[in-house]
């Protein structure tokens, strides 16, 4: 082989593996888990700070808002988390205390029972359910 194809190989090879290496990185730093509260409470310390998705539903009547900061309580498996919202993004709409609604929080568990989120997705159940009562199914 004559030293130009040489160092081309090289020169490949080390682009290729920093690809490689980029991409593995990358994914480790984005990754989040999903779990529902009783599974982070079963966890305990092993997803301390660690990027998470947490689902549970909304405990009624129980959003404060203080200052900028809104919290809220979330259950799942009759056990329950305290939430705090620390994000930007405007709450949704399905997200107010007359509502039963199941609630996805993004964010890190701090331990002690509480979740600091960055992003919060509500879905009211009740109104997507459908009326099968008064629907007439035509084949």
Same mark, same amino acid.
């Given at each position: 082989m004559k030293s130009k194809q040489i160092k081309f190989m090289i020169a490949v090879g080390?682009?290729?593996i920093s690809m490689v290496s980029l991409a593995i990185s990358s994914f480790t730093e984005n !990754? #989040?888990?999903?779990y &529902?509260?009783?599974?982070v409470y079963a966890k305990g310390s092993t997803v301390l700070n660690t990027p998470l998705k947490v !689902?549970?539903?909304l405990v009624e009547n129980s959003i404060k808002k203080v200052n900028k900061q809104v919290e809220f309580k979330i &259950?799942?498996?009759e056990q329950n988390m305290r939430v705090k919202y620390v994000g930007d993004h405007p709450l949704p709409d &399905?997200?107010?205390n007359a509502t039963e609604a199941?609630?996805?929080?993004t964010g890190n568990y701090v331990g002690n029972g509480v979740f600091e989120a960055?992003?919060? #997705?509500? !879905?009211?159940?009740? !109104?997507?359910e459908n009326d099968y009562t008064t629907t007439t199914m035509e084949y």
């Open positions: 080390v682009i290729v !990754k #989040q888990y999903f &529902t509260v009783d599974e !689902k549970g539903d &259950t799942f498996a &399905t997200f107010h199941e609630v996805v929080a960055d992003h919060i #997705q509500a !879905k009211c159940a009740s !109104k997507y």
